[in-house]
Each structure stands twice: as structure tokens, then as C-alpha cells.
């Protein structure tokens, strides 16, 4: 379980710009095995957000906790699948997906075999010896996938995994985390400013508010486990997506000079 | 009608890449008739170069200075290649080294090493430390600096990466930030290298009074064209061999950046 107290995080001032408060008072918990999406307004914070509970950077105030434990700095329960992929460009693919177990110090044939496992579960039989550059962005972030997944976390961290790959191998790469989330019972966290992905991945959807970032709502999605094929055929989803809209534009409208009077 | 083939095969004969391995062959031969039929005494046929060569080996003066040269150069740029690739390294890394030591480096870019020659000679004289600290200063900068700004162009997100995955300090530099920086280094071990060939001829005639470049001021002293030419197709050899051995460790130490 991930709790989120009372955290303020702050960005200091830099090249003039004024010091700026990303998120302010953000509480949130995530249970065990929950699959939650964190949606807002570019620019609330989200990814901060989940950078904290990676450990990555730490609360200015308030605390973040998992199962008890407060986070002082990134550990093996948490892995993180980034954005932009942030593979090593010298390493192959087997490499790359055996990284965080070779930072553990594991002998190489082993963490390999364990790379190849996860090669065969991502669909990358045949370009174990590739360079990152020598696959499409689609497969990249199966390579990214794969490396969180190699270290067998109980959480997982994804910052808008799929927001630069194209539109028809995002829909497979959802399938395909959908199906895991099934399967191996993870706890995930999922940071996207796609209110369809959001929808259609997660459990329960949170909803931040423009800088300084809150949760404003916390939205359960209220599907049966597996999912329905058509999720544009559930009254539930289109539901919920349509009043995500409106508040994300509310919002939008809200902090926007042009819409003024 | 004829003609035209005849004009297409040579537009395609002066498109031919090969002909960079016909320059050497063709500056030789320039070089020996130049040499038979002008009367200028300081300019001797090639042949006549190959064969001072060849009289030296023999007689054992040119191996010796060789060998003499070669481990000045071999002590001087090992000594800045491991000294300058930590370096750059660790100023590349933590901006408070590199606040503290850019000046000296600064310094160092900007004047000519031979400033240092008197200072080295006023310390050791005329010995070999002094070649060999002379060869060292002129390869260790251009490494460290290049080490330096390969370590500044890796992307962030890949420490930000390994630091997600748990790596220690010790592992960000060593998985990441060196292998990052590994074909930035290598340009600038490659430049290293040249620095250091350069340096070791100057410090032959200027300096230790032994190896190639104190042979070439010998011969030079006696006129001797043949065996200065001669000398000067050595050197020019053991450069491009050096240069080229350090070459071909970096292609192989950096195949990952070479297209698919």
C-alpha cells in the first residue's frame, strides 16, 4: 500500500524564474494490487508526484509511505518505465532489460536468463542482441517494460509510458499492460494525460488540479476484471470519460489568461 | 559518336575512391624524379632517403632512438591517459571540482606547452623525466577536456534511470556516465595520441638529446639531406602508427555508435 500525506513539493527558483509550488497538500493512498491512473492539467504535478514515490525526489513537507515504510530514496520493491524509454544506447536489448538486475550485483548468465524470460513475455524473440536505436518507439518501450519488470517489483512506476509512441502501438502496448496487470497482480501506478488510457487501464482514476497540484476526485472505474473488449460500448466508461472531460476543460478554462473577460 | 564512352569511362575513372591509395605511389614518384633532376643539394631522390634508412637501422642508431623515443612517448601519454580520463570524468560530474580546477585547465588549453620546457629543465634538466612530463602536459589536457564535456552530453535521464534502479554514486559513474562519455574519450585519447608524437619529436631535439629527434639534429648538423629525410619518413611512420593503433581501439571500444 502507497501513502501520500499531506506532501508539498516545491521547484527553487531558477534563471530568474520565481520558485514554483508543483504540488501542495496532495493525499492519496493506493492499495495493494490497485492499478491507478493519475490524470491533470499539463503542468499539475503528476509526474512529480509519482517521481516522489519512486524516491526519486523527496516531500519538501508531508510523507509518502509504502506498506509503513517511509521513502527515503528509490528501492527494489518499485520500478520505474519512463517516457522517454531511457535505454542505454551502448547496451543490447538483453542488456538493457537485465540493467537493474546487474546494479544488484547478480552474475550475468543469470540475470540473462531472467532478461530472456522477459524477452519471450514481451514479444522481443529475435532482437536480443539489437541496439536501442535498431527498434521502433513501440518497441523501445517494451525494452522499458521489460527492465521494470526483470527486478520483480511489487510496484510499478509509469510516467506517460506510452505518450510518444503511435497511435495504433499504444493500443497494443494497453492491451498488453491490461492482460499483466491481470495476471501478475501488480501494484501500478499510471501518470498520463490521456483521459482514454487513463479509462481504459486503470481501476480507479485520480484527478489533480492545475499547479499547485491536489486530488481533486478520486474515480473508481467500475469495470469487471478481465476488461470488456469494447470499452466504447460501456456505458460506465463513456460515463466517466465524459466527465473527466469537463472538468479537465473547466480547469483548463479556468487557468487560462485567453478565456478571461 | 566514339567519343562519348570513351569521356563517360573517365568521368567515372576520376569518381573512383581508389585513387587515395594511387596519392602515396604518385607523391613518391614526384618526390624521386624531383630529387634526380633538381641541382638542390637539400633535396635528395626518395631512394636515396630509403637507403640512409636502411644504413642507419644497420648500424643500430636507428632502433636505439626509436626505442628511446617510443618510451618517452609510451610513459608520457599512459601517464596522461589515466591521469586525464578520471579527471574529466570527475569534473564532468561534480560541478565543484570543476569550479575549482577549469582555471588551470583553462590555462593549459590556452599556452603553448614549450612555455613549460624551461621550468621542467630548471627541475630535472636535461633528462628523460623532463621529455617525458613535456609529452605528458601536451596529451593530458585535450583527454581531459574531452572526457569532461562526453561526461556534461550524457543524457540525464539515464542517470535519472540508473538512480530508479537503485545505483549507487559508484555505479552511476561506472555503468553509466563512463560508457556514456566512452566515444567523447576516445576522440579525445585519439587527439591525445597525436599531441604526444608531436611533442615527443620536439622533446627529442629540444630537450633529452637522444632518439629520433636528437638524430635528425645530428644529421641536419652535417648536411646529411638523405639521413634527415630519411628520418622524417620514420617519424612520419611511427605517427600514423600510433595514431592509427589508438584508432582502431576506439572504433572497436565504440561500435555501438556506428550505423546499423
Known sequence: MITVRHVDKAFPARNGNAATLALHGVNLTIDTDEFVSVVGPSGCGKTTLLRMIAGLVLPDAGAIAIDGRPVTGPGPDRAVVFQQFSLLPWATVADNIAFGLELRGMPRDERLAIADDQIHAMGLRGFERHYPRQLSGGMQQRVGLARALA????????????????????????????????????????????????????????????????????????LSRPRPEDLDQEPAAIQLKAYLW?????????TSPKSRP | MSRRPR???????????????????????????????????????????????????????????????LTALVVGYASAVCVGIPLGIVMGRYRRVDAFLD?????????????????????????????????????????????????????????????AFGATERQVLTRILLPG???????????????????????????????????????????????????????VGVALACTSTIRSVERRMTRWTEES
Open chain 1, 151 to 222: 527486478v520483480n517489483p511489487a510496484i510499478l512506476l509509469m510516467d506517460e509510458p506510452f505518450a510518444s509512441v503511435d497511435a495504433q502501438t499504444r493500443r497494443t502496448l494497453q492491451e498488453d499492460l491490461r492482460t499483466l496487470a491481470e495476471r501478475t497482480r501488480k501494484t501500478i501506478v499510471f501518470v498520463t494525460h490521456d483521459i482514454d488510457e487513463a479509462v481504459r487501464l486503470a481501476d480507479r482514476v485520480v484527478l489533480l488540479s492545475p499547479r499547485p497540484g491536489q486530488v481533486v476526485e478520486s474515480l473508481p472505474v467500475g
Open chain 1, 246 to 254: 469537463r472538468q479537465l476543460r473547466g480547469m483548463q478554462q479556468a
Open chain 2, 103 to 163: 582555471v588551470y585547465v583553462t590555462i593549459l588549453i590556452a599556452t603553448p606547452k614549450l612555455l613549460f620546457v624551461p621550468i621542467l629543465f630548471s627541475l630535472f634538466g636535461t633528462s628523460r623525466l623532463t621529455q617525458v612530463i613535456f609529452i605528458y602536459l601536451s596529451a593530458v589536457v585535450v583527454i581531459t577536456v574531452n572526457a569532461r564535456s562526453g561526461v556534461r552530453g550524457v543524457d540525464a535521464a539515464s542517470v535519472e534511470m540508473a538512480r
Open chain 2, 7 to 69: 569521356f563517360a569511362s573517365l568521368g567515372r575513372l576520376l569518381q573512383d575512391r581508389r585513387a587515395g591509395w594511387l596519392s602515396l605511389p604518385a607523391g613518391i614518384v614526384a618526390w624521386e624524379i624531383a630529387g634526380r633532376v633538381s641541382q638542390f643539394a637539400f633535396l635528395p631522390p626518395f631512394s636515396a632517403a630509403v637507403s640512409a634508412v636502411w644504413r642507419m637501422t644497420w648500424s643500430g642508431e636507428l632502433p636505439q632512438s626509436v626505442a628511446a623515443s
Open chain 2, 181 to 235: 562519455a566512452l566515444p567523447m574519450i576516445m576522440a579525445g585519447v585519439r587527439m591525445g595520441m597525436a599531441r604526444a608524437v608531436r611533442a615527443m619529436i620536439m622533446g627529442d631535439m629540444l630537450i633529452a638529446l637522444v632518439g629520433m629527434g636528437a638524430l635528425l639534429r645530428k644529421y641536419g648538423g652535417r648536411f646529411d639531406a638523405a639521413s634527415v629525410f630519411g628520418l622524417l619518413l620514420v617519424i
